[in-house]
């Protein structure tokens, strides 16, 4: 008696990509990680429910503990076929209160979340006040001496273009080189907050954080506005001041050529406009 072969499905691979939105403040970060948490873990499991068949996902930049996103995009592939709102609604529905998805879109072969990007942005929100907040306290970070958000805007200009940012670069960092294109970079107050909002082509690691911790020392009065030139130029993390705390900080969007004709929702955070 002849043993039976293992059915094999024919049905073709589909890839799709998604938005993701989530605050990170109960996660040890984005990647999957044996026993801790993880962004990445909650969203497979959830969409692993959907298809009815295990799923892996692609990350567009990999968050770190704590961090939050309203731009996060991914890609996966799957057998399984289904209406755009089993994706969107159906994930929802499995995945924890803090983490949801915001938008799917079918994509072509050649699409990758990661390597695909062009440009990431990230938008770092100060809660500027004497005494801590109690609601959002896990979306800002508190900073309780005044800020002079035109000097630190005025200091961060230096930034601007392709550079060496190794006085910006956590010392784990694995990336092969420290030169980065700073596309943009801005400092703004809306009230009670400071916004810095920065966009690269990519960052090494910590060099958001790294760079509101010294725009800060600015800020406040402790360091001059040409310091960050200075630190620019020295390639030194040990003369930058203390990172900046994880909770401030939001990837809100990812740039991707015209041709993937990819969602745009509106960036945020909480009151940001785009």
Known sequence: MSEELPVISTSPLHKIALGIEYDGSKYYGWQRQNEVR??????????????????SVFCAGRTDAGVHATGQVVHFE??????DAAWTLGANANL????????????PEDFHARFSATARRYRYVIYNERLRP???GQGVTHFYHPLDADRMHRAAQCLL??????????????????????????VTRYGSYVVVDIKA???VHHMVRNIVGSLMEIGCGNQEENWMAQLLAAKDRKLAAATGKAEGLYLVSVDYPE???????????LFLAD
């Open 38 to 55: 993880s962004v990445q873990e909650k969203l497979e499991k959830a969409l692993s429910k959907v298809a009815d068949e295990p799923i």
């Open 78 to 83: 799957t057998r399984a076929q289904r209406k």
């Open 96 to 107: 924890p209160g803090d983490i949801a998805v915001r938008w799917v879109k079918a994509v």
């Open 134 to 136: 109690a609601v959002m």
């Open 161 to 186: 273009g392709e550079n060496d940012f190794t006085s910006f670069r956590a010392v784990q960092c694995q990336s092969r080189t420290p030169w980065r294109n700073l596309m943009h970079i801005t």
């Open 201 to 203: 082509n990519a960052f």
């Open 259 to 269: 041709n993937f004709a990819l969602p745009k929702p509106p960036m945020g955070p």
